[in-house]
């Protein structure tokens, strides 16, 4: 794995220091993003599309299950021996139509793909975990701070999480509600997808006098997300694949590497607990 240079958090701690210094801009009272512009949801909902006719082909098609096992043959071996060393492979994947990049106006789009293996696990024992919601609070605090399932009807789910990050000086609280679908392929590959259908910029949470943002006082770290899963039992384990793609405002200056960061980091803390829990519980002699 690649170590990031020195310079890098430091180069992000003068960002901020910078950011916070500025006349107008206090520690707790970001300025706000104003919500997506109509061309940018236009473009992201077609984003999505692709994305979603995209993955539908891959899951029809015979062969290899997992974007890791596509590759060519060097980086098909790199990413396994990645694996195998119980880390998280995760990429970017930058949004384009026909090999042509996607303008997305005032609004940037988030891409990720990450993998972990999980080895001692097997696939009932993985969507067990996965479809526990109402003690994801616990498996993956303290990016999840609270988690309910709301209902459930066979293999959909509504359910609820307050997501909870903070990087140096700044705290981003949001409060989501997402649809989930699990689907079984059959008995050693299933998925499933989840959509956001609501979200809310938190205020001072935890706080006597917590609210929500208004949209205008929106700060834009988050407008949507949708995120396709792929679980594969092979190998003595389980493969987790997440594909997220998200939408926030466009990078401001000064702080990209903060709007950037946050979904990297995301998804790559939840596979990496996923993969602690799952150990924990199912294979505790294993090495981790």
Known sequence: MHKRPIAEPLSALLSVVLLFSTPGYAAGSEPAARQPEATALTAFDRYVQ?????????????????????QPAATRARYAETLKNGEVV??????????????????????????VF???????????????????????????????????KGDDF??????????????VVHDTWHDAHYYRLHARRAGSWTRTTKIEDVDNPGESNEKYR????????????????????????VYVQSE?????????????????????????????????????????????
């Open 90 to 115: 995760i990429e970017s994947l930058p949004p384009r139509e026909n090999g042509k990049e996607i303008l997305f106006p005032d609004a940037y789009v988030h891409h990720w793909i990450g993998t």
């Open 118 to 152: 999980i080895p001692g696990v097997t696939l009932d024992q993985y969507l067990a975990f996965a479809q526990d919601y109402n003690h994801h609070q616990q498996y993956f605090k303290p990016d999840v701070a609270r988690s309910q399932l709301l209902e459930r």
């Open 244 to 288: 997220s793609v998200s939408l926030t405002r466009d990078i401001p200056f000064g702080t990209g590497w903060l709007v950037k960061d946050f979904p990297r980091e995301q998804l790559a803390s939840t596979l990496g607990a996923t993969r602690r829990v799952l150990m924990e519980r199912h294979a505790p002699r294993l090495p981790r």
């Open 50 to 70: 692709l994305t979603s006719a995209r993955v539908e082909k891959e899951l029809r098609a015979e062969g290899p299950y997992l974007w890791v096992d596509l």
């Open 158 to 171: 509504k359910v609820f999480f307050r997501f909870h990050k903070r990087k140096f000086f700044v705290t």
């Open 214 to 237: 208004t949209p205008e006082e929106d700060r834009g770290f988050l407008w949507r997300l949708y995120t396709w899963w792929r679980f594969e039992e092979r190998d003595g384990g």
